[in-house]
């Protein structure tokens, strides 16, 4: 039997994920801070529009956030009509957005004051993964908060994975992103690097793909890129974010990270390029600029 789900956020990912809820026959009750986004939803999955996350948390077993940012979570969740205004003591809350690990800790700890249990369950795997309902979702949160919203996890994810306790999801998933990030720049370099050289474009990638090179980042963005197709699948502008958190942890774990580092680097000069908004496999367009070379 479905229950009663509220979603904040309809972006590229949370639209389709809440539209996975409903499929799974969850009656999901949709905002977006604009409105003709949560509108449209609703006109081609059904459920309920709401005005104000508090609106979208009223009733609902569990209410699942998917914005950009900690300010954006904690003034949803907490803000005036946040949806903790709205939900009923003992209503999961469940962040899947990628925010720092202290954000999510101080945010839980005031829901918790409310009576409202919280759970942080960032995800990986970029749009087409959010269509399809075959996510990874890395949740950190008690084991009685991780059981509660496995149902809504399956209803979204593939693999899903408890990696500790509260805010250990999100230190997870910005490692996870920050190796992502540096895959991608460094492939980058490696294309301007083939196209100096002269070689077969379409074969160096394809050798990359067959050989101890290979990664998701070449199946997803080699092709690509020799298009200089930027379609957001995960703009570009929010993996930066996901850098600077993950290097953020290092620093204050006393460990170096030099690899994002200088990855951070390179996302920074396509940033300076006004490609905030392009997928981050943008980031070929500042290791182009360096070498002077279009592939």
Same mark, same amino acid.
């Given at each position: ?8 956020? *309809? !972006? ?9 809820? @409903? /499929?799974?026959? =969850? ?18 999955? &059904? ?16 209410? %699942?956030?998917? #914005? ?13 009509? &946040? ?10 809350? %469940? ?10 800790? /101080?945010?839980?700890?005031?829901? +918790? ?9 960032? #995800? ?25 919203? /496995? ?7 593939? $693999? ?5 306790? *509260? ?22 370099? +490696? *294309? ?9 474009? =379409? !074969? ?8 101890? @090179? ?16 930027? $379609?957001?699948?995960?703009? *570009? ?22 690899? +994002? ?33 279009? %592939?």
């Amino acid at each position: 039997m479905g229950e009663r789900v509220g979603f904040v956020g *309809l !972006g590229i990912m949370g639209a389709r994920m809440a539209a996975c809820l @409903a /499929r799974a026959g =969850h009656e999901v009750a949709v905002y977006n801070r604009t409105a003709e986004k949560a509108e449209a939803w609703v006109a081609e999955h &059904g459920g309920r529009l709401a005005a104000t996350p508090r609106a979208a948390a009223e009733g609902a077993a569990a209410v %699942i956030t998917m #914005v950009v940012d900690g300010p954006q979570v904690e003034h949803v969740l907490l803000g005036e009509d &946040g949806a903790a205004h709205g939900a009923e003591p003992g209503a999961l809350m %469940i962040d899947m957005s990628t925010i720092a690990p202290a954000a999510a800790r /101080r945010i839980g700890a005031a829901l +918790a004051e409310r009576g409202l249990p919280f759970v942080d369950a960032p #995800v990986s795997g970029s749009s087409p993964k959010a269509q399809d309902g075959t996510l990874t979702i890395m949740a950190g949160g008690t084991d009685a908060d991780v059981a509660r919203a /496995r149902p809504f996890f399956d209803a979204m994810g593939e $693999t899903i994975l408890h990696v500790g306790a *509260l805010g250990q999801g999100q230190t997870v998933k910005v490692i996870s992103n920050a190796v992502g990030a540096t895959n991608c720049a460094t492939l980058a370099q +490696a *294309l301007v690097v083939g196209k100096a050289a002269g070689v077969d474009m =379409h !074969g160096l990638v394809g050798v990359l793909g067959a050989s101890s @090179a290979a990664s998701t980042m070449v199946t997803l963005k080699a092709e690509r890129m020799l298009e200089h197709d930027y $379609t957001p699948m995960f703009r *570009l502008a929010h993996m930066l974010k996901d850098v600077g958190i993950c290097l953020d942890e290092s620093e204050a774990a006393g460990v170096p990270f030099p690899a +994002a580092a200088l990855a951070r680097e390179l996302y920074n000069a396509a940033m300076g390029r006004g490609l905030a908004e392009q997928d981050f496999a943008a980031v070929l367009e500042a290791a182009e600029g360096l070498a002077g070379i279009r %592939i």
